[in-house]
């Protein structure tokens, strides 16, 4: 938690999901009750098949849907990309960008996240970058420079329009069950602090920081109320709205 902050719950559902699973985003919606809404906020990133009818399930609440990846360009011959204006269109707040698993299939650099940072935020979307060392950089005691280099890189100088958030994904803790330490995620988020403020001056004080990589309902408490964590990145327990939901309860305790 960061004092001043109000946390982000945020799911990815990565590759997952079809039109059969939109019971789930309605479940989600109803149950981010009043309660929740005025401790967190709460988001789902769907695949891009489903955004424009997930929005729509949760048109009358408070969940807000997102994609998880954009194209850095308005338009043009991009086949198969989407652009930061269908995502909106489609009915989406927000967009995940630099996720590790495109920097790993899709050989995106951290220059081309940054510029789909940028568009992203251009459009107005919460735009949510991600960084995060591998297990092979953790054992090489490299992970802070890898963050600060992941930092340097991958976040614009300046922006308008939406609001940046900065997610700190170990690779080796997504999708694995490991987590780091709470004191070892308490070093990485003091570290991005710092590296922000260092940078943007007092905004980067009100930059919301994520924790993602194996979060579930039995763990969130204790990452959660880590400082300078203002939230979770959610994969796996995001496709259940039971799991995000339990999550999100922890919140309730902190
Ligand atoms: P996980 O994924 O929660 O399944 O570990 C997190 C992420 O990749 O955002």
Redesign the pocket.
């Known amino acids: 938690m960061t004092p001043g902050i109000k946390p982000l719950v945020a799911g ?1 559902w ?1 590759m997952n999901g079809t039109s059969a699973s939109l019971g789930e985003i309605g479940a989600m919606n109803t149950g981010f009750d009043a309660g929740l809404q005025q401790k967190i906020d709460m988001l789902v990133c769907v695949p891009a098949t489903l955004l424009f009818q997930a929005s729509e399930v949760a048109r009358n609440g408070r969940l807000q849907t997102g994609a998880q990846d954009c194209h850095a360009r308005s338009s043009g011959a991009h086949t198969g990309d989407i652009s930061v204006a269908m995502i909106a269109d489609a009915g989406g707040s927000a967009v995940i960008v630099g ?1 590790s ?1 495109r920097r790993a299939d899709h050989g995106e650099t951290s220059e081309a996240v940054r510029e789909k940072a940028v568009a992203g935020l251009g459009e107005g979307l919460q735009t949510i970058v991600c960084i995060g060392e591998t297990e092979e950089e953790r054992k090489g005691g490299k992970t802070l420079d890898v963050l600060k280099e992941q930092l340097a890189l991958s976040l614009p100088d300046q922006w308008q329009g939406g609001e940046l958030v900065v997610a700190y ?1 170990p690779v080796w ?3 694995t069950g490991l987590t780091p330490t709470a004191d070892d995620v308490a070093e990485a988020h003091a570290f991005m602090r710092a590296e922000l403020v260092g940078r943007y001056g007092e905004i980067g004080n009100a930059i919301r920081l994520l924790y ?4 579930k309902p039995g763990n969130a408490k204790e990452l959660m109320a880590v400082a300078n964590v203002d939230g979770a ?5 995001s496709l259940k709205a039971a799991d995000l939901l339990g999550i999100a309860a922890a919140y309730l305790e902190i």
């Open positions: 990815n990565k996720h698993e994904e803790a997504i999708g993602g990589g194996s979060v990145l959610v994969g796996g327990a």
